[in-house]
């Protein structure tokens, strides 16, 4: 199975996750030439942009450690972009969230990053 494939099959379990943790998906695989986000959805009334990662084992870590500084100021372009876009206002609370899959156990880390300016590449 290829990787693109996997991290749907991935993707999709983690949204169910969400759903099932009251989230109201609004998009899946956004993407602009500002970066990706994997999931975006409504938590109550924030508006969470939701990176999804996955490790088969703990060789290169834990999946919720591989989100770092980079792929951060990445998905940071990316929400800002989405918030325009849809005219998402200015006062809507927003957070970035993470959902680590490692095996069969999965981890919602709200508000696991702020926001990150700088250059993402």
Do not use: H
Request: proline share 2%; hydrophobic share 35%; aromatic share 10%.
């Amino acid at each position: 199975m290829d990787k693109r494939k996997l991290g749907s099959q991935y993707e999709e379990q983690a949204a169910d996750f969400l759903r099932q943790q009251g989230y109201r998906i609004a998009e899946r695989n956004y993407r602009d030439r500002a970066g990706e986000i994997d999931i975006i959805g409504w938590d109550g009334g924030c508006l969470a942009f939701i990176e999804v990662k996955y490790r088969r084992d703990a060789a290169k870590g834990s999946s919720l450690e591989a989100v770092g500084r980079q792929k951060q100021r990445r998905i940071s372009r990316a929400a800002l972009s989405y918030r325009m876009k849809k005219k998402i206002p200015e006062e809507t609370p927003c957070r970035f969230d993470v959902v680590g899959i490692d095996r069969d156990e999965i981890t919602l880390v709200k508000n696991a990053f702020d926001f990150s300016y700088g250059r993402a590449w």
